[in-house]
Each structure stands twice: as structure tokens, then as C-alpha cells.
Nanobody
């Protein structure tokens, strides 16, 4: 399975973007995670959940502002970014894993990564 992330761009604070993570084939048994890396910082967890559906876990910093959705027919998962803040500026990555729920925020357990898409939020 290969992943391709897209949808990033430049937006003003308070604005919205929708990121896409397209898989080359349907990763039915995988968990898909979103991570981001800001300049000079370590990559951090944003959200994760089963590709096929079910509950989504969000980082506290994005809870209530970011939402994950899925289009199974297109093998694509979306990350809707609302009420964006300058501190959301980062390269956003999607990734796949087969680990258990308790470890889904651990980026080291993800084995398949997309190439990342840049999100820049101006103040």
C-alpha cells in the first residue's frame, strides 16, 4: 500500500483546509494516523482511527477543530482542519499501522507513510 497526502496550502488564521490521504489500494485492516511536524519541532500526533470506520482519537490541541472522514469508494481519508491557528503550521503526514488502539499515537509504530503536505497559517 502507498499513501499520497494532499490539500495543504496557505490560509489565514480562522480559516479551513481539507487534507486528503489517498491509498493505492484499500487498507482495510489498517489504522490510519495523521501526524504533523512544525519547523524546528518533533513530529507529533494529530489523529488516528481505523481506515474502515469507528472511533477517532484526536490530540487535545486539535480536538473540536479537526475532523476525520472517509470515502471508502475512493480509498481516501480526509482531515478537515477548521478554526486554524498559526501554531497549526506544519507539514502534515498520513501513515498506516496495524497496532492496537492503545499505541495509535506512537508514530514509531507506523510503517507506511505518505510524503506530507504543507499547511501554513498566517496570523
Amino acid at each position: 500500500v502507498q499513501l499520497q497526502a494532499s490539500g495543504g496550502g496557505l490560509v489565514e488564521a480562522g480559516g479551513s483546509l481539507r487534507l486528503s490521504c489517498a491509498a493505492s489500494e484499500r487498507p482495510q485492516s489498517y489504522t490510519v494516523g495523521w501526524f504533523r511536524q512544525a519547523p524546528g519541532k518533533e513530529r507529533e500526533f494529530v489523529s488516528a482511527g481505523k481506515w474502515s470506520g469507528g472511533p477517532i482519537r484526536y490530540a487535545d490541541s486539535v480536538k473540536g477543530r479537526f475532523t476525520v472522514s472517509r470515502d471508502n469508494a475512493k480509498n481516501t481519508v480526509f482531515l478537515q482542519l477548521n478554526s486554524l491557528k498559526p501554531e497549526d503550521t506544519a507539514v502534515y503526514y498520513c501513515a498506516l499501522t496495524r497496532i492496537v488502539w492503545s499505541e495509535i499515537a506512537n508514530q514509531n509504530r507506523y510503517t507506511i507513510w505518505g510524503q506530507g503536505t504543507q499547511v501554513t497559517v498566517s496570523s
